[in-house]
């Protein structure tokens, strides 16, 4: 079986600056992103965008053209194009690219598969015409596509101010801006606003965007609850409830988004342990201070290990590649504590705004917990979120037991968009809302294997 | 010590339910008490196999007894558990392999069971059209099927709930001792009392039989399944193949569920099971072999469960042979879950009759604990 | 109906050509088929096998499963994990897939 000393999964800021940082300390790194260039989400197609459209998505983004660089320029190797389907406690990585799947391994590895967007199932968020923010963006920054007959943008969370100031700017009508963040957000963030300031950027940025979008005439509605998607065969409206008042605004695409969480499926499958995080509602890997997870060798960074933004991943990405280099012996943990200061500086400075973000962006519990029975919560199998209480009221009492049950989560998204609900809903109706347990076990592969790909396998000399 | 029930079942996968079940139509009240949830290891994750195919000659008469409660298995548990009765083939490569499996035939014939036959290529091809060319036969039992095992378990819970059983979940049986009137249970929960103890546990039974002094050679296992994304309708049956490791059926909703205990890497302390892709690409290559239009199928999950196997890879069922009031059955090594309506019967006839009409002597459990010499 | 999606204008655009459920048109050098077909103005890509709804991309990136259309012959794909190609042959799902000879 192909070995590496370290294998860094995932081309986003903190994969880069892992790679970049362990191979700069000797590390013989390979880095395997599924995109067919680094950047990841947050900077994708950073290396190949028009000039036009990389000015319209703003700064923030081209600093990742940086990180290309450096990673480019490092000696880590590159694996693009490469799915991911399994990674096992033993470090082996299940690997697909050209048709071919294989099986390496490594002395470490650092998963850096970043976020997802949190998926919430409301009614009709299954209809055509539905999608979330991310893949707004994803549109936009890899295809040059917006919005051409109008837009709603919905939910909660700043990527939605970000991406409707992206369209301002492309000249895309915006039907409204749905805030459904409860309206004592304002008031449990206050309290965290001083450390807020620290970070005063992303405040006024935020600001500037939302003054700049009503000067612009766009509609905003905060405090909007009982929120629908409508529709026969698509989308046509979305309804929701504002100041007491039932509201429609017709359209044809509806762009939502809550938040994002930690992409947890593939550390789940390498049998890390994980934990329920109240603040950021999603779950986390049980980490030491240095990123490593509950499995030996195995180090988890940046938004797969909890929500701080890119600039805490590549600080965080930078450390773990220094941790790396100690743990295969480059360095001692002294020089390790020296290389790692300035960036475990700063990403303490940047993360200093999340305390607040979380606070102000924190979602209704409802809203996640408690959709209303004919929701569809599993999309892949049609479950609807009545169908998941009979199971839990009939003694199926996690979501493990809810998913044989009903099958919730054993389509092909293996439970990506339904785990979280699904769990959130079985805490509330065994009456706690807070004591969220583990979710679905993940099992690979990860991703679709053909049979005839694993009959192919490249499971190297090693013999069972 | 006042007792909490006549009869304490240990494990509440389908071994200990079917055994309360049947206890309840008798009358009696029973506590289960199972370490995590019910179903949650062997019989929530097996493949749910109905077959009588290819059995060992010592558990026939046991299987075809279970199989005539799974055709009304709605007069038990008050629920289909999706059974779906097509019938079961073990295909042959070659003539060599064709006589082997008509030899077996014909001693089943002779001991009187008829529930196996041989059937020739135009009659396999007419009832898997989809299977490579060039086989010669099949083993057929057009009665053999599935059903889906979580959903059967939850239905012999809910029945046995209904009888008046009592389940505990999240209780495990750390020591048992002799008490005045019969047995004390010490748990993670405190402690229960019965006359009578019932040992369903599954891969963990050995620990509860070694606290009893009669540990066997019970060795925890995790065999392996796969499941494709959904299909279209093209297989009616359960196909295995003799020579292979391969057990290959359609579910109702197009997924195909693909077994032939591979096992993966176990960790039993932790509980914790690594899929082993080498031995699933022999897997692979087996369906491709039989089945060459499934090559583009996709792979969307493999499992594995924890399951107890012995080496004569046949169970252990009845009393136990160191103490009056405590039985045994587990070691099912696979191949339990369509015996499970039966082995509950079993066990409620000992316990309540003191005997059975099925012939249970070679499971007993003597088999193994008086191989060891022991002097009197 | 005006498409839902819409180019924004880029000079330096290279074209691919492919066919959409048998239909001849072209996507930009770079796209995702699940970004060819929302740009083609398609609503939706395939219907589900259980209710036989019709389902559209929603994450754009490989964590939804939406998007899974038929591309030359093989069905299943996600979409938006898969780059056009010239010449490519894009057909929607209807239920389950058909396509395995």
């Known amino acids: 079986m192909e070995k590496h000393e370290l294998i860094v999964i995932g081309g986003g800021p903190a994969g880069l600056a892992a790679a970049t940082s362990a191979a700069n300390a000797g590390v013989e790194c390979l880095l395997i992103d599924e995109q067919a260039t680094p950047g990841g989400q947050i900077y994708r197609a950073v290396g190949t965008i028009p000039e036009k459209r990389a000015t319209l998505l703003g700064p923030d983004y081209q600093y990742g053209r940086k990180l290309v660089d450096q990673f480019n320029h490092s000696r880590a190797s590159y694996l693009s194009s490469t799915t991911l389907w399994n990674l096992n406690s033993q470090r082996q990585i299940g690997i697909l690219r050209d048709g071919k799947a294989s099986l390496i391994s490594a002395d470490r590895i650092i998963i850096a598969t970043g976020a997802m967007e949190r998926p919430v199932p409301f009614p009709g968020w299954t209809l055509p015409g539905v999608m979330s923010a991310g893949a707004g963006q994803i549109l936009l920054k890899s295809s040059g596509l917006v919005p051409g007959n109008g837009v709603v943008l919905a939910g909660i969370g700043p990527l939605l101010l970000l991406l409707a100031w992206q369209y301002l700017h492309a000249g895309v009508k915006i039907h409204a801006i749905l805030d459904m963040s409860p309206a004592g957000n304002l008031w449990r963030a206050l309290p965290y606003l001083p450390g807020a300031l620290l970070a005063h950027h992303y405040i006024l940025k935020g600001l500037r965007y939302q003054l700049q979008l009503k000067l612009a005439g766009v509609k905003f509605y905060s405090g909007v609850t009982e929120f629908h998607a409508v529709g026969g065969d698509t989308l046509e409206a979305v309804e929701f409830t504002h100041r007491g008042g039932r509201k429609r605004i017709d359209t044809q695409l509806l762009l939502s988004h809550f938040g994002v969480i930690p992409d947890s499926h593939l550390s789940r499958c390498a049998g890390c342990d994980h934990s329920w995080d109240p603040n950021q509602l999603c779950w986390r890997p049980v980490a030491d201070m240095w990123d490593n997870s509950s499995v030996d060798g195995i180090a988890i960074v940046g938004d797969g290990a909890g929500i701080g933004g890119a600039v805490a991943a590549r600080h965080a990405g930078r450390i773990a590649g220094f941790e790396a280099a100690r743990a295969l012996g480059r360095m001692d943990a002294k020089q390790r504590d020296i290389a790692a200061r300035k960036d475990q500086g700063w990403m303490r400075d940047d993360l200093r705004v999340r305390p607040f973000l979380e606070a102000r962006f924190h979602p209704p519990a ?13 999309r892949c199998e049609e479950v609807n979120a009545g169908a998941i209480r009979t199971a839990i009221h009939s003694g199926h009492q996690d979501a493990n037991q809810v998913k044989f049950l009903t099958r919730c989560g054993m389509g092909p998204c293996q439970g990506r968009q339904c785990d979280n609900a699904v769990s959130q809903i079985v805490a509330r109706e065994l009456g706690d809302e807070k004591m969220v347990s ?24 090693d013999p069972k | 010590m006042k007792a909490n029930a006549d009869v304490i079942i240990i494990g509440g996968g389908l071994m200990g339910l079917s055994t309360a079940l049947h206890l309840g139509r008798r009358g009696i009240k029973t506590v289960v008490l199972e370490k995590e949830s019910p179903g949650r290891h062997a019989s929530g994750v097996n493949a749910g196999g109905l077959r009588q195919l290819n059995r060992h000659m010592a558990e026939i008469p046991l299987t075809v007894a279970a199989a005539e409660i799974w055709k009304n298995i709605r007069d038990l548990v008050d629920d289909d558990c999706d059974v779906v009765l097509n019938g079961q083939v073990r295909v042959a490569e070659s003539d060599a392999t064709l006589q082997k499996l008509q030899a077996r035939v014909d001693a089943l014939k002779a001991q009187g069971y008829e529930h196996e036959q041989i059937i020739d290529s135009d009659t396999l091809y007419r009832l898997v059209p989809k299977l490579v060319g060039g086989c010669v036969g099949a083993l057929y039992n057009p009665d053999d099927g599935s059903a889906r095992p979580f959903h059967a378990a939850t239905a012999f819970r809910h029945k046995a709930i209904a009888l008046g059983a009592e389940i505990h979940s999240g209780v495990e049986v750390l020591g048992i001792e002799e008490s005045s009137d019969g047995w004390k249970l010490d ?60 057990s290959f059926k359609q579910m109702q909703n197009g997924t195909v569920i693909i077994g032939g205990a591979h096992l993966a890497k176990l960790d039993f302390e932790q509980e914790q099971s690594v899929i082993d892709f080498a031995t699933l690409k022999t897997s692979a290559q087996t369906v491709t072999r039989f089945f060459p239009h499934m090559a583009q199928v996709r792979i969307v999950r493999s499992w594995a469960g924890i399951e107890g196997f012995m080496p004569d890879n046949i169970p252990v069922i009845g009393a136990s042979s160191k103490a009056d009031g405590i039985f045994h059955a587990f070691g099912f090594s696979a191949h339990g879950f369509q015996l499970s309506p039966v082995v509950g019967r079993i066990m409620s006839e000992l316990i309540l009759d003191g005997k059975t009409d099925l012939p249970i002597e070679p499971f007993d459990i003597r088999r193994f604990t008086e191989s060891e010499s022991q002097e009197p | 109906m005006p498409s839902t999606f819409i180019r924004l204008e880029d000079p330096d655009s290279r074209w691919v050509n492919i066919q959409i459920d048998g239909k001849a048109t072209r996507a ?44 030359n012959g093989v069905p299943n794909r996600q979409s938006c994990q898969i780059t056009v190609q010239e010449g490519m042959q894009i057909r929607r799902q209807i239920g389950t897939a058909e396509g395995y000879s």
């Not at chain 2, 009616?236 to 391969?246: H, K, N, R, S």
């Not at chain 3, 890509?45 to 559209?56: F, H, L, N």
């Open chain 2, 187 to 246: 748990t993670n929960r405190g402690t229960f009392c019965a006359a009578t103890v019932v040992n369903c546990a599954g891969g963990w039974a050995n620990r509860l039989a070694a606290m009893l002094g009669e540990s066997v050679p019970l060795t925890p296992k995790a065999p392996t399944l796969m499941v494709t994304e959904r299909l279209p309708p093209f297989l009616d049956l359960t196909v295995g193949a003799e020579g292979y490791q391969l």
């Open chain 1, 366 to 378: 409802e809203l996640l917990s408690a959709p209303p029975d004919e929701t569809i919560v599993c």
């Open chain 1, 438 to 461: 583990g979710g679905y076990r993940i099992r690979p592969p990860i991703r679709p294997l053909t049979i005839e790909q694993l009959a192919a396998l490249d499971a190297g000399a």
């Open chain 3, 28 to 71: 930009r050098e770079g796209d995702s088929v699940a970004a060819a077909l929302l740009a083609a103005g398609l609503r939706s890509c395939r219907t589900t096998p259980i209710s036989g709804k019709p389902r559209a991309p929603f994450c754009m990136m490989g964590v939804c499963y939406e998007c899974l259309v038929e591309i």
